[in-house]
């Protein structure tokens, strides 16, 4: 082997980090609780030990939405199967700058069981702004009940919800969500290309969640070919 296949082979098992960093006053769902992380123990001011105190609603930063955020009754985070996020995942290039439509995905050949993480423009800016990016790319409607009708198990977006601001995003959310759909929001994507990757992200264990901040990283398998597919 020579040294580029080997630095090459190095890099496929390089585990990408793909969440945001959670910090203090940081960009929140308008009207969920703000994040609030305060070290109320400080080595530095003589106490023997640091201790921090964390207040923040539960969608906040890279988070896992459980069916139970808009269904009933439904399965909440500490119930999620666990290898419901840890397996193979497909990152798909969305290259539409309002929405995701199913016109763009018919040509991707999404399958039954698939997780799929959309990286759109909102992985180039969204995350560099200092207030809430109202006019993200989100999953349409029409989008919502394609990828239910191919059966794909887990769904990944790029900002803070899977659904519209400007419009009701509750329709996609009750869609995935009511259809054993797995949610996972506030993902940067910025570090990765259309692919096919190993996926790992876990959620804590909140009794009966309704979400929870997540971390989630990455591995290439393989690079997309021509076409993005
Ligand atoms: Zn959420």
């Known amino acids: 082997m020579t040294q580029k296949e080997n630095e090459h082979t190095l890099s496929l098992l390089k585990w990408i980090d793909i969440s945001i960093p959670l910090r203090n006053t940081m960009v929140h769902w308008p009207n969920d609780p703000p994040v609030n992380i305060k070290r ?11 201790l921090s105190h964390i207040s923040m609603g539960v969608h906040s930063g890279t988070h896992i939405d459980a069916p139970l955020h808009f269904i009933e009754h439904g399965e909440a985070v500490d119930e999620m199967p666990l290898d ?3 397996g193979r995942a497909r990152v798909i290039e969305i290259q539409d700058t309002e929405s995701i439509k199913p016109e763009e995905l018919i040509p991707h050949r999404i399958r039954r069981g698939q997780r799929i993480l959309f990286k759109t423009r909102n992985s180039s800016h969204v995350w560099q702004a200092d207030s809430f990016v109202e006019n993200f790319v989100f999953i349409s409607d029409e989008a919502a009940d394609f990828l239910v009708e191919r059966g794909v198990s887990v769904v990944g977006v790029d900002y803070l919800s899977v ?10 959310h009750k869609t995935l969500l009511g259809n054993g759909v797995w949610i996972i929001e506030g993902l940067n994507l910025a570090p990765v290309s259309s692919g096919t990757y190993e996926l790992v992200c876990l959620p804590l264990k909140i009794d009966r969640g309704d979400g929870s901040p997540a971390r989630a990283i990455l591995r290439l ?7 993005g597919k």
Not at 40 to 50: R, Y
Not at 221 to 227: E, H, L, N, P
């Open 163 to 172: 659904g519209s601001f400007k419009h009701d995003g509750s329709y996609v």
């Open 40 to 50: 109320i123990k400080d080595i530095e001011q003589g106490d023997t030990a640091n």
């Open 84 to 86: 419901t996020m840890i």
């Open 221 to 227: 398998i393989q690079a997309a070919g021509r076409g």
